[in-house]
């Protein structure tokens, strides 16, 4: 885990020093220090490169219609990163908007981006065309959000469905406990007067707000918002698949041990939170697709529909497993879930695809079929720019 956590440093070093001499010697831009993957491990006859170091914790992406890569940052910013030289390493960089208070969400409509931040959704378009977002619209505010305890819980993904609605997660604040039972009446009951039960303690929610915990949805315009799918902790990743389907993951409660899931969501259906997680479903509640693996942080992903990976891995979710901040053996990985069809459900398989990275947040498949990793980076505050973007890609010729 020591040799992981100095990779970044590493990068950074190399890049730091390689642009100085390249300054030195006078060679100016034409210059280029392309970092190897180092020590990203992927499965045989795939290469990990970084493709930009020195982000302030990347948290989301989305390919632009202008083709070029956009980055969420939990600074606040959103910036666009190209490859222009087309050498397979991103390399300008534009600031599209700042502003936002933890974008944890984005995603285009056309010209249009669509950000989760906390609160609220905000919709961007860059009308004058130089790169630069300029015309802003809230078209969701007051969104439920974290108190001091969670502060980092609130809406997560979005993501555009087949029915022109967008889909929004929102993570519940509260830490309630599966093991302890509590019935939905109790639950219900309890949220009612603005709070949730945890045994002998109780968990001022503030304001109580049902969209906690839940995927909603509404107009592109902000409009005919409804709650879509109940019963979750924190879906930190949504997805639709290519015929449609919705998937959300969802982590699994800290204590007791509980799996971190990939959920099929369906309209109407609950997802078990907080009385039954994983596989432990009651009636009334939608079995998970898969448990991943437990206190690994399972968050953003995409579904793979390029064309430059083997057959085999087409239609498979890529998962980003964040990790712990307590234990360094979990999560920083991303994994591939194979889904299958069961009984007009699916069920899928989690398999380990790449390691080696400090924080990995979310995925995204670039417009030639490559697998972006947007890896949030070092939790050392002094350390806060040490996030980074790889890009997974499969040598077609080289078959080991
Ligand atoms: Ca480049
Ligand atoms: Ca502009
Ligand atoms: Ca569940």
Redesign the pocket.
């Known amino acids: 885990m020591r040799k992981t956590s100095k990779v970044p440093l590493l990068f950074l070093s190399i890049l730091f020093i390689g642009a100085l001499v390249a300054l030195a010697l006078g060679f100016g831009k034409k210059e280029k220090v392309v970092p190897e993957g180092g020590t990203i491990q992927v499965p045989p006859g795939f290469e990990a490169v970084l493709y930009l170091s020195g982000l302030e914790r990347p948290t989301s992406m989305a390919i632009g219609p202008d083709g070029r890569l956009y980055v969420a940052q939990q600074n606040g910013e959103i910036i666009s990163i190209s490859d222009a030289d087309g050498d397979g390493v991103g390399g300008d960089k534009i600031v599209y908007a700042t502003g936002f208070d933890l974008p944890l969400g984005i995603t285009f409509v056309e010209d249009t981006l669509y950000v989760s931040h906390r609160g609220k959704v905000t919709r961007i378009s860059d009308e004058d065309g130089d790169g630069v977002g300029d015309k802003q619209e809230d078209i969701i505010i007051g969104l439920p959000v974290g108190g001091d305890l969670h502060q980092h819980v609130q809406n997560n993904r979005i993501v555009l469905g087949p029915d022109d609605f967008l889909y929004l997660s929102i993570g519940i604040d509260i830490e309630t406990d599966a093991h302890q039972g509590k019935s939905e009446e109790s639950r219900g009951h309890q949220a009612e007067e603005g709070r949730l039960g945890l045994g002998e303690e109780t968990v001022e929610l503030g304001v109580t707000d049902k969209r906690s915990g839940t995927v909603i949805r509404f107009r592109l315009d902000g409009s005919k918002e409804n709650i879509y799918a109940t019963?979750?902790?924190n879906p930190l990743g949504i997805a639709f698949d290519d015929e449609g389907n919705l998937f959300a993951t969802?982590n699994?409660p800290h204590n007791p041990d509980g799996p971190d899931?990939l959920?099929h969501v369906i309209q109407g259906a609950n997802?078990?939170?907080p009385n039954?997680?994983?596989k432990q479903?009651q009636p009334g509640?939608?079995p998970?697709v898969v448990e991943l693996q437990m206190n690994s942080s399972s968050n953003g992903f995409s579904f793979y529909y390029g064309d430059q990976f083997p057959e085999e891995y087409r239609g498979n979710a890529f998962i980003a497993q964040w990790g712990s901040a307590d234990d360094p053996a979990l999560g920083k990985r991303v994994v591939r879930v194979v889904l299958e069809r069961i009984d007009g459900g699916f069920r899928g398989t989690e398999e380990v695809f790449a390691t080696g990275f400090e924080h990995p947040i979310t995925t995204l498949v670039g417009p030639d079929g490559s697998l972006f990793v947007a890896d949030l980076g070092s939790l050392d505050p002094e350390r806060k720019r040490s996030g980074a973007i790889y890009r997974i890609f499969f040598k077609a010729s080289a078959n080991d």
Do not use: I, Q
Request: proline fraction near 6%.
């Open positions: 019963g979750f902790k969802d699994g899931e959920n997802y078990g939170y039954r997680p994983g479903n509640t939608v998970v």
